[in-house]
């Protein structure tokens, strides 16, 4: 027993505090080219198949460059002692016990966090994600992808024998995705999909917040994935165990659309941007009095509200372009980028006082509302516009970093 005992590999400790993937230390000298996480709970019976069948894969693929990381939430049936004994006879097997975290999606960055690879993937280890799809995700990566999906809605995919019901709830999911976060879960045709590999260049140093299972969409809505591949899958049928998915992984994928749908809401931003606003109106009231009113140089009203507004504008702009989209702004830094995000600017904050004009008489004229309350209505609807249009058009249009 002692013999078979040191002949174990010890298991990996479980990492702690935020769910954040590390860049690798420069020429570290464990790096591997691949990791691929196999979180388990009740895997008793499929464990051994599994690590058998992707090792088989692997050794030929990858030989010494690889490593399977079995994450187990400290399984009844005791599959990660099960793994554990599994690593005297697979020297590229770690098993990872954890005792206070539970949970697909956690359980994955977890592995990932204590993983060696420039690849991470992830797999179910109940042999419903087919081992041998992994060579056809690597070679997508090794064309250069930032994360490689198996999915079971393209040509050559699809699910074995689920139940309507089970389609429908799947392809239900996906539908709610598409409309609360259509930026990510319309980047892939299987965002459902528990099968997938990424970078780590792609997700090092981002804060992760996984929830309940569906760990691809927290990936592709946080990473920088620019180049996603897709390869087609089959999901087959259970041989052994059943599946944990219980009504509180549907509530957790809304939760999670709706964290990810609001983390991705610039509100941040768009507080700095109403500050500048706010300094803009100092500048316009502070110079139409200095210019119009008759104590001081008495001019016309009309022209001292122009000049007044127009100075109130380049005021909003030097603020914004420095400090509300500074980041953007630094990726841009040429007199050129400059002058063409100003003229845009101007267009559409000059756009935006036509619409608060109209705004404010429609309500004031029509609806009979108070001239000052439709005046703030009438500012606040403004700000939004002038922000969003400046943050998509002026700025954002021409960031070498964003997202396709
Ligand atoms: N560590 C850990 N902790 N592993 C878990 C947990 C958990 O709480 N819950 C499930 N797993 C493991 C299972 O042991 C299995 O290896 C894998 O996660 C998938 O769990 P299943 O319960 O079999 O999920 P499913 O087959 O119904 O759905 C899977 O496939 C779909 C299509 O890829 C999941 O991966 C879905 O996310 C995925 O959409
Ligand atoms: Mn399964």
Known sequence: MASEKSSLAPLIGVPIGPYRIDPKSAGSTDSLHLSVIVP??????????????????????????????????????????????????????????????RGLSTAVIRGWQAARGDILAVIDADLQHPPEVTLDLCKVMDRGADIAVATRYIEGGGVSDWSIFRRFISRGAQLIGLVVLPGVVGRVTDPMSGYFMVRRSAIQGVD?????YKILIEVLGRGQCRWIGEVPYVFRERDHGESKVTRTVYVDYLRHLLRLRFSALPISRFVRFAAVGCSGVVVDMGLLFLLSDPTMLGWGLTRSKLIASEVALINNFVWNDAWTFGDISARQLGAKDRLRRFAKFQLICLAGLVLNTVLLNLQFNLLGMNRYVANAVAIIVVTGWNFWLNLKLSWRVADPARKP
């Open 40 to 101: 388990t709970y009740r895997e008793s019976k499929n464990i051994a198949e599994m690590v058998r069948r992707l090792t088989e894969l692997l050794d030929r693929a990858f030989p010494h460059r690889y490593e399977i990381i079995v994450v187990d939430d400290n399984s009844p049936d005791r599959t990660w002692e099960l793994a554990h004994r599994l690593t005297a006879d697979y020297p590229s097997l770690r098993v990872m016990r954890r005792e206070h975290e």
């Open 208 to 212: 992760l917040h996984p929830l309940g």
